[in-house]
């Protein structure tokens, strides 16, 4: 394919995602809408900016962890990480105790849990990593269960925190699109902000970075460094997003492999717009979908896991995993 | 009497065996010799029921191997594939009295005892019986297999590529005890070998085998002749007589 | 051998009496023997804490028995009921059940959840037939993931039917709720594990793959539908009555392993005991973190179960199975 094609080709195809994009977002703000319109518009709003930030750092977050890992599979929710912010932000309710908590102000403690899910993540990337990196399978099933381990603990600490409240055990299994609060949503917004400029930064590493380590090495990238940031970033991101709507976990797998399907490069600056759009497709359409449509309300993140996990049982059985 | 009538076998477009039709008597060793990709393998496969054919039928006995019972053809003719992954943790010892399982399925007795000590006792086992499978080098876990296919005292014994990871010594003892199981016992023993010379030393009959087809079948005398086995193995080989057997070098 | 296995029951027996006399009604043994126990005392005894403790140990030894039988057939070590589909599909059953059928009784129920645990058990080897690649791990990583989607689906249809909350329950694994009339359907499950053990030399041949069992005159394909027919009753009638446990059948089978190898004869009966006694440890220690109140003994496991299996894939994956 000539540069000049695979341009004009990427260009239209990012034209026609953001077309999409677009329609999904006009049919959530407007469709079925029935009273005051200044209401609906501020009421709808926030719950777009909810789903855009959430599609916007799932989309970003795992085409770059996927670069930084050199492959397709394996993705942030994947290996645990969603459910390790909501382990640790029990965790410090449980050893704070609700009372101290109520002192602090709640972007502080937003930090602080961001700073400390960072430190961890790390850690249990380089030892992950260490143990299991020849086989990817094995990653991915260390990864799996530890997100399993991180969801029980979790409830363990929940149960102990508060023995009579069960209700609170099961209810953040999946991700809820509706409950975020503005104070919440604009703190993300800044994180995920400062996270992009910090990309943004670090951009022309990517497309270096995804052809490997050594090649990386020898074409003068500080790897170590670089993939290290670009983690840090990443998980930032992962955070931001947990703590809008909770643990999402096939949604990052499925926008991002789609994204790689209709772009016909690589190259990251086609792949992390088209991921981006898509996610806001999926994730905005698909609200509105079931929303006006069927009049569901929280099953979204029910139609994403599905969708999602056969995805992922598509992509391992065509044998692109190794 | 193992009788193979016009067995076919392919996998995709490649015809594995083609159109095999050939009778092993009762008692004495056989031994199927030929290039990689002759089709050994798949046709003792075929001729155990491992692999169904495609064509053709195969019989033990007057017993049609597709359609006789397993486990009656198990008390009649027993068989070891080459490339045996076991993943089950067994000790030798419990490996070895699985042969015992077709006739007491699993509820062994004395007698099915004193057979399990004598196949360790044959295949050097004594003293590895209680160690696990997986604590063995290759060659002593082949031992083990031959041990267990020993155990369930069959008329046939069909092996494939017995000899794989055997030192000389176990090679040899290996020989020498089908050798007598053929002659004392009456026990036909149908083998896969590679080396010639083996086949030369021990069998019986020779069948040589090329591309899916028998090409060749006599006694080791009729068939270890320098221009036979170049036809069959595409290099060139020179035969001598050393101590009453025929044996081929291939290195000239 | 014979002397160490009875060592291992009377533990168990200990740790079953124990689990009789823990928990927030007092019910003291001196006072049961003196005969001056209250009738209330009594009723707790025979009603709530009997019931819980014979469904501990029928639980726990099924599910350990299940997870060995699936190792043996599917020759992985890391397959059991959680992480093959087989549990999702079993709940994916009864869900079916609590919509079309709700009269049903709690047998029937039963045997509609093994039919759709043996449904989704199957789907599984389908889907790995067509892997071109397999590694030891792909197995359990492809099951987990079956058991997501139909997890995701269960709830979606259990979120339609506004059935989220029996749906939940039967994910818990929670033995506070068990009474007197309604567990003993898992005595069923142990009548199944008894049955597995009667044909365990069939299932050890079994393991040693379809050529070895072949050559034996073993029904390869008979002995993998019984074994798995069994983990998928076994399966249900543990769903049905109590919830799930995470990777219990993997736990005890592969440290049984390892210890003891897997002559099924001669190990099924440790594996059975030690299942038990894992779950009810697990209970007691739920029972007596926070008193007055109880941790269910899925959440315990949960905790215990995905630390061992992390241990034994990391330990054990890159080199056997």
């Given at each position: ?5 695979e341009?004009?080709?990427a260009?239209?195809?990012?034209a ?5 994009a677009a329609i999904?977002v006009?049919a ?18 926030a ?10 750092a799932i989309?970003?977050?795992?085409v770059?962890?996927q ?13 645990g ?10 965790a ?8 101290g ?29 260490a143990?299991?990196?020849n086989?990817?399978?094995l990653l ?22 508060n ?13 809820n ?6 104070q919440?949503t ?6 995920v ?8 930064r670090?951009s ?11 090649p ?28 809008l709507v909770?643990?999402?976990t ?8 789609l ?7 690589g ?6 717009p088209?991921?981006?759009l898509?996610a806001?497709l ?8 079931l929303e006006?449509v069927?009049?569901f309300?929280?099953?979204?993140a ?10 992922f049982?598509?992509?391992v ?6 | 009497?193992i ?11 490649v ?12 008692g ?23 692999i169904?054919?495609d ?17 009656q053809?198990?008390r009649?003719?027993?068989i ?12 030798v ?9 077709p006739?007491s399925?699993g509820?062994p007795?004395?007698?099915?005892r004193?057979h ?16 696990f499978l997986d604590?063995?080098?290759g060659?002593?876990?082949q ?8 155990c ?6 069909l092996?494939?590529e017995?000899l794989n990871?055997?030192?000389i010594?176990?090679?040899v ?12 016992l ?5 083998l ?13 009959r020779?069948?040589a085998m ?24 595409g ?18 | 051998m ?10 168990t027996?200990v740790?079953?009496a ?12 001196s006072a ?12 707790v ?15 726990g030894s099924?599910?350990?028995v ?10 992985n070590?890391f397959v ?17 059940v609590?919509?079309?059928a709700?009269g ?5 129920k039963?045997?509609?959840?093994a ?10 080897l ?5 892997v071109p ?8 990583l ?6 997501a989607?139909?997890?995701?689906a ?6 339609r039917?506004?059935l989220?909350?029996?749906v939940?329950?039967?994910?818990m694994?929670d033995f506070s ?8 359907i898992?005595?069923?499950a ?7 053990y009667?044909a365990?030399?069939q299932f050890?041949?079994a ?9 034996l ?7 993998m539908?019984?074994?798995l ?12 009555t ?8 993997l736990i005890?089978p592969n ?12 190990t ?13 440890a697990c ?10 109140y109880?941790i ?7 905790v215990?179960g ?16």
């Amino acid at each position: 394919m000539s540069p000049d094609f695979e341009r004009r080709r990427a260009r239209l195809v990012l034209a026609l995602l953001a077309v999409a994009a677009a329609i999904a977002v006009l049919a959530f703000m407007t469709l079925g809408a029935r009273g005051s319109w200044s209401f609906v518009l501020s009421f709808r709003g926030a719950k777009l900016a909810v789903l855009v930030l959430v599609a916007y750092a799932i989309a970003v977050s795992t085409v770059l962890f996927q670069t930084i890992t050199g492959n397709r599979v394996l993705t942030p929710s994947l290996m645990g990480f969603d459910q390790l912010y909501m382990l640790l932000q029990t965790a410090l309710v449980f050893l704070w105790g609700a009372r101290g908590l109520t002192l602090l102000d709640p972007r502080a403690l937003f930090a602080l849990n961001v700073g400390v899910m960072v430190a961890f993540s790390l850690l249990l990337y380089r030892l992950l990593f260490a143990r299991a990196g020849n086989s990817l399978h094995l990653l991915m099933l260390a990864g799996i269960v530890l997100g399993l381990l991180f969801r029980s603990l979790t409830t363990l600490l929940q149960r102990l925190i508060n023995p009579n409240d069960f209700a609170v055990v099961q209810d953040r299994m999946f991700a809820n699109f509706n409950g975020a609060d503005g104070q919440l949503t604009l703190t993300c917004a800044a994180l995920v902000l400062v996270v992009t400029l910090g990309l943004w930064r670090l951009s022309s590493t990517f497309d270096v970075l995804a052809l490997g380590r050594d090649p990386a090495i020898s074409l003068g990238v500080n790897h170590h460094r670089t993939v290290t940031l670009i983690l840090m970033l990443v998980v930032a991101l992962v955070a931001a997003c947990t703590a809008l709507v909770g643990p999402i976990t096939f949604f990052g797998l499925l926008v991002a492999n789609l994204a790689y399907l209709v772009m016909p490069s690589g190259k990251h600056r086609h792949t992390l717009p088209a991921a981006v759009l898509i996610a806001i497709l999926f994730l905005v359409g698909g609200q509105t979908v079931l929303e006006r449509v069927f009049a569901f309300n929280t099953a979204l993140a029910l139609v994403i896991e599905f969708l999602g996990g056969l995805a992922f049982i598509l992509i391992v059985l065509k044998g692109r995993v190794r | 009497m193992i009788e193979i009538r016009n067995v076919a076998k392919s996998y995709g477009k490649v015809r594995v065996v083609d159109d095999v039709t050939l009778t092993i008597a009762r008692g004495g060793l056989t031994s199927l010799v030929g290039p990689n990709g002759a089709g050994k393998s798949t046709l003792l496969s075929i001729a155990a029921r491992l692999i169904p054919a495609d064509t053709g039928t195969v019989s033990v006995d007057g017993l049609d191997v597709a359609r006789t019972p397993s486990d009656q053809l198990a008390r009649r003719l027993a068989i070891l594939r080459q490339d045996n992954h076991v993943t089950a943790r067994l000790n030798v010892r419990d490996l070895v009295a699985f042969g015992r399982y077709p006739h007491s399925k699993g509820r062994p007795t004395a007698e099915d005892r004193t057979h399990v000590e004598r196949a360790l006792a044959y295949m050097d086992l004594d003293g590895l019986a209680d160690r696990f499978l997986d604590e063995l080098s290759g060659g002593q876990r082949q031992r083990a297999f031959i041990a267990m296919t020993l155990c369930q005292e069959t008329d046939y014994l069909l092996l494939d590529e017995p000899l794989n990871n055997l030192d000389i010594r176990h090679g040899v003892e290996l020989m020498k005890l089908l050798r007598r199981a053929a002659t004392e016992l009456g026990k036909t023993v149908v083998l896969v070998l590679h080396d010639v010379n083996f086949a030369s030393s021990y069998s019986d009959r020779i069948i040589a085998m090329r591309s899916g087809r028998v090409v060749l079948a006599g006694t080791p005398d009729e068939v270890m002749t320098p221009d036979n086995l170049s036809d069959v193995f595409g290099c060139r080989f020179d035969v001598h007589t050393i101590a009453g057997k025929r044996i081929a070098t291939y290195f000239s | 051998m014979k002397l160490w296995l009875a060592l291992a029951i009377l533990a168990t027996a200990v740790l079953a009496a124990v689990s009789l006399f823990v928990g927030v009604s007092d019910v003291s043994l001196s006072a049961l023997l003196a005969g001056t126990a209250s009738p209330q005392a009594q009723l707790v005894l025979v009603a709530s804490r009997v019931p819980r403790t014979v469904a501990l140990i029928l639980a726990g030894s099924g599910m350990a028995v299940c997870g060995t039988l699936m190792q043996m057939i599917m020759r992985n070590r890391f397959v059991d009921p959680s992480t093959a589909g087989t549990v999702e599909a079993a709940r994916f059953g009864m869900l079916m059940v609590l919509i079309f059928a709700p009269g049903l009784p709690l047998v029937a129920k039963m045997l509609v959840a093994a039919a759709f645990a043996l449904a989704g058990t199957f789907i599984l080897l389908l889907i790995l037939k067509q892997v071109p690649l397999r590694t030891p791990v792909l197995v359990p990583l492809i099951g987990i993931m079956l058991g997501a989607v139909i997890n995701a689906a269960l709830l979606f249809i259990a979120y339609r039917y506004d059935l989220t909350q029996s749906v939940l329950a039967w994910t818990m694994g929670d033995f506070s709720t068990v009474l007197r009339g309604r567990y003993e359907i898992l005595w069923v499950a142990f009548a199944l594990t008894i049955a597995a053990y009667v044909a365990a030399d069939q299932f050890t041949v079994a393991g040693l793959g379809e050529s070895f069992a072949t050559n034996l005159g073993l029904n390869y394909r008979r002995a993998m539908a019984l074994g798995l027919t069994l983990v998928a009753m076994v399966t249900a009638s543990v769903v049905v009555t109590v919830g799930v446990a995470l990777f219990l059948g993997l736990i005890v089978p592969n440290l049984v392993s390892l210890i003891a190898g897997d002559n099924l004869r001669r190990t099924l009966p440790w594996t059975a005991v030690g299942g038990a006694a894992l779950l009810l440890a697990c209970d007691l220690v739920g029972r007596l973190i926070i008193p007055p109140y109880e941790i269910p003994v899925g959440t315990v496991l949960g905790v215990i179960g995905p630390i061992a299996f992390l241990f034994l894939v990391l330990r054990r994956g890159a080199r056997v199975a």
